[in-house]
C-alpha cells in the first residue's frame, strides 16, 4: 500500500457496522414512537371514550385508527391524546376527542352515508367521518387551514374526502342533500340552508349559541319537519363570516 493512501477494501468492514446500527437504531426509534402513539390513543379511547359512554364499535375502531398527533402543529404533538382540545392555527381549535366521537356517534353513520361539515379546521374530524362513511365533503372559512388539511389526507391517502374554502353558512347546494351534516364551529342560531340541505331521514350535529358557551344540538328531518334535542353544553370556536364577524 502507497502511504498517504486508504486501503478501500477494509472501509466495508468498518462503515458497514456503523450504517447498520444508525439505520436499526432509527427505524427502532420511530417503532416506539409509533407504538407509544397507539398505546396513548388506546388509552385515550378506554378512558376517555368509552368510559364516558360511546358504544358504536365503527366511531371506536376510527378514534384507534386515525393518528391525531399528526393532525396538531408539531410543538402539541405529545398532547395530542390529553382530553382536551388544542390549538391548530388561526386562532382555531381541534377539538377534544370525546367530543369528535360523541358527534359522529349521534349520526348514525353508515358506509353509504354522505356527510357534509362544516369547519375542517385540522381535517382530523373529516378523517373520523371518513373511516365510517362513503364521502364527505367539508368547508372551512380559512383558505390555509383547508389546503393543509388537504394536503394532509391526501399524503394518508384518503380518496373520499372533498375540501373546499370558503363560508359553511351557506351549505354545499351542489352535493345535497346530505345524509349527515356536522358543524364543528359555533352560530347563534341554525343556518337555514344547512337544514334546506339535510335529506330526509337526515341528522345534523351542531353546537348553537354565544361566544364559547353552547348547547350540542341534535336534528333530525322526518316529513321535512325538523325535530330539535339538546344534548350537551359545549364550548366551540364560533362561525364566522368571510369578514370575520360571528354568525
Ligand atoms: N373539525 C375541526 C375543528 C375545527 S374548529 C377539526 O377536526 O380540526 C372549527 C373550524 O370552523 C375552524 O377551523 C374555523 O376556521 C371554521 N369556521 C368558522 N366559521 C366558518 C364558516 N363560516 N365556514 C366554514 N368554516 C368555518
Not at 135 to 141: A, D, L
Request: glycine share 8%; hydrophobic share 40%; charged share 20%.
Amino acid at each position: 500500500m502507497i502511504r498517504g493512501q486508504y486501503n478501500l477494501s477494509i472501509m466495508p468492514k468498518i462503515l458497514l457496522p456503523v450504517m447498520f446500527s444508525f439505520i436499526f437504531n432509527n427505524c427502532n426509534s420511530q417503532i416506539n414512537i409509533e407504538d407509544k402513539n397507539k398505546m396513548k390513543r388506546e388509552t385515550m379511547v378506554e378512558s376517555q371514550i368509552k368510559a364516558r359512554g360511546i358504544k358504536n364499535q365503527e366511531v371506536l375502531n376510527a378514534m384507534l385508527k386515525v393518528e391525531r398527533h399528526l393532525f396538531v402543529p408539531a410543538e402539541f404533538a405529545a398532547q395530542a391524546y390529553t382530553d382536551n382540545p388544542l390549538p391548530i392555527g388561526e386562532g382555531q381549535t381541534i377539538s377534544q376527542p370525546y367530543i369528535v366521537a360523541l358527534m359522529t356517534e349521534v349520526l348514525d353513520l353508515g358506509k353509504t352515508s354522505k356527510v357534509l361539515e362544516i369547519g375542517t379546521g385540522s381535517g382530523y374530524q373529516a378523517a373520523v367521518l371518513a373511516e365510517i362513511c362513503g364521502s364527505v365533503y367539508s368547508i372551512e372559512i380559512f383558505e390555509s387551514l383547508a389546503s393543509k388539511a388537504r394536503d394532509l389526507l391526501k399524503i394518508l391517502g384518503y380518496k373520499n374526502i372533498i375540501i373546499k374554502s370558503g363560508d359553511g353558512y351557506t351549505g354545499w347546494k351542489e352535493h345535497s342533500p346530505f345524509d349527515a351534516i356536522i358543524v364543528t364551529c359555533a352560530p347563534t342560531e341554525i343556518p337555514e340552508p344547512l337544514t334546506e340541505q339535510l335529506a330526509e331521514g337526515g341528522k345534523m350535529i351542531i353546537p348553537v349559541g354565544e361566544s364559547y358557551a353552547q348547547e350540542l344540538v341534535l336534528l333530525e328531518k322526518h316529513n321535512g319537519k325538523i325535530k330539535e334535542k339538546a344534548i350537551v353544553p359545549v364550548r366551540f370556536v364560533p362561525m364566522i363570516t368571510p369578514s370575520g364577524e360571528k354568525y
